[in-house]
């Protein structure tokens, strides 16, 4: 059930911890010390006010965040490993259609890629095509390691936005 703005700004901190720990994947902290930020007035201040805690962790914490992701039509989609919320947004993206060879391709990309950053492919799918997935894949593993640790922590606040609108009236 989705919650009003006011009443997510009444939550005690372990309730609202509750309901957005998960909007970033297995890192409840962000919604722990964005807490103390409310009231909030509208969806678009909470969304800044978790960027903001997000970007003033530290790096590490950071990296944590980014490789507690899956790989995209990796592993943990195939063996059903997957929070209820990823399973939805892979399969939103037709990953869970993937032909053998797309499948190949992906695990390909995914092995090639966290070779190269250490950290796994991140991309808001919903909405996306496996098509432009891929081309994505294509076109960022080109990128510098710093280019692409800031382009994961984007895509990872992409994600951060698409849950908290399914969360939020």
Request: aromatic residues 8%.
């Amino acid at each position: 059930m989705k919650q009003t703005m006011t009443a997510l700004n009444a939550l005690s901190q372990a309730e609202f911890v509750h309901l957005l720990g998960g909007v970033y994947e297995h890192s409840p902290w962000v919604a722990e010390r964005t807490w103390a930020a409310r009231p909030f007035a509208d969806k678009e201040s909470l969304l800044a006010a978790l960027h903001e805690t997000l970007m003033q962790a530290p790096a590490t914490e950071q990296l944590a965040l980014i490789q507690a992701h899956p790989d995209l039509a990796g592993k943990a989609a195939l063996s059903g490993e997957l929070t209820a919320a990823s399973t939805h947004e892979q399969a939103s993206a037709g990953l869970d259609q993937c032909s053998p060879e797309e499948l190949a391709r992906f695990q390909q990309l995914n092995s090639v890629y966290q070779a190269r950053f250490g950290f796994p492919f991140i991309m808001a799918v919903k909405n996306a095509t496996r098509q432009q997935i891929l081309a994505g894949f294509e076109t960022r593993i080109k990128h510098s390691p710093e280019q692409e640790f800031a382009t994961a922590l984007a895509q990872i606040q992409r994600i951060a936005a698409f849950r908290v609108h399914d969360l939020i009236i």
